[in-house]
């Protein structure tokens, strides 16, 4: 029997699942493994920790595995992609590293959604980015540029811009109940311990604060839900330019917008109405015909179709 593997390694957490020729047998769960934001020993160690469980849980060792196939942030980079195959070689020694396949995380993604058609996939969870890719394989992406300069729409960019609407707030004389809920979320009891924290070097953990903006736009505050708005319609403006970029490069004249569906995915879709359709009604405004999906992609259904394709 032949074991395959299909990994999605986040900056926050690490999916994993085994599945036979046919058959999905386990999946795992274990912390980020973005070497970039995380650094090797964390990612490694997150890894091995998703493949080990998952197996544990197939009742299967690793050496067992046929093909692994793992969607990563920064795996466009070489030097990245070979680290990353090698903490995989470690666990089992019997693969040939050959049927290691490290993409990015844009590329399991439009794959879940997808398969090998068109399509256009908004990523929205820790960072963010959009990537798409028409009928001919021309492929388009927009922002993921990087928590302090892109990642528009992340859970990053809004923790982020939750401390500065709270300034916004305190500057003009208004109320949110962001304040209390976020000085209680970081321990602190005043705004100057905000401040400093929010400043600190290294950054604190600004996507950990996204729950909390749930929580507040979930009790009807205004200026909570105006950032998940935001969010919204920054991420439908992202995928506004992949659409027009692969629609402008197009072989076929004319091409309509609806050859091009597009899918969403990520914590910030799954866990917010809000945002999902803000990104459903703007683009739906913007072009008529279009296809937007309402049911999540999953990510790790790419890398593990990937890696079944490897046999």
């Known amino acids: 029997m032949a074991y395959y593997l299909g990994i999605d390694g986040g900056g926050t957490k690490t999916r994993c ?168 979320a970081w321990k602190l009891h005043a705004i100057d311990e905000l401040v400093q924290q929010a400043n600190a070097t290294p950054p604190p953990d600004f996507p950990r604060l996204f729950p909390i903006v749930l929580r507040a736009a979930e009790q009807g505050d205004s200026i909570a839900r105006g950032l998940l708005a935001e969010a919204g319609a920054k991420l439908a403006a992202l995928a506004a330019i992949v659409i027009r970029r692969l629609v402008l490069h197009s072989p076929t004249p004319l091409l309509p917008v609806a050859a091009l569906p597009v899918a969403m995915t990520g914590s910030v879709f799954r866990q917010s109405p809000d945002v999902r359709e803000i990104f459903y009604n703007t683009l739906q405004a913007s072009f008529a015909g279009i296809d937007v999906r309402q049911d999540l992609a999953d990510p790790v259904e790419g890398a593990l179709a990937r890696a079944r394709a490897r046999r």
């Open 17 to 184: 699942i085994v599945a036979d020729e046919t058959t999905v047998l386990a999946t795992a769960m274990s912390g980020g493994s973005n070497i970039v934001r995380l650094g090797e020993a964390r990612a490694r160690e997150s890894l091995h920790a998703a493949v080990r469980q998952a197996c544990a849980n197939a009742r299967i060792s690793p050496e067992q595995v046929r093909a692994i196939c793992i969607g990563a942030a920064g795996a466009s980079n070489p030097e990245v992609a070979a680290k990353i195959r090698g903490f995989l070689a470690d666990l089992s020694p019997a693969i040939s590293v050959t049927n290691i396949e490290v993409v990015g995380d844009t590329i399991i993604a439009l794959d879940a959604a997808f398969g090998a058609g068109p399509g256009v996939i908004a990523i929205a969870g820790t960072g963010s980015i959009v990537y798409g890719r028409d009928a001919a394989g021309h492929t388009a992406r927009a922002g993921g540029w990087g928590f302090a300069i892109s990642d528009e729409g992340s859970g990053h960019w809004i923790g982020r811009r939750a401390i500065s609407a709270i300034m916004d707030a305190l500057d003009e004389g208004r109320e949110t109940a962001l304040t209390a809920m976020v000085l209680q």
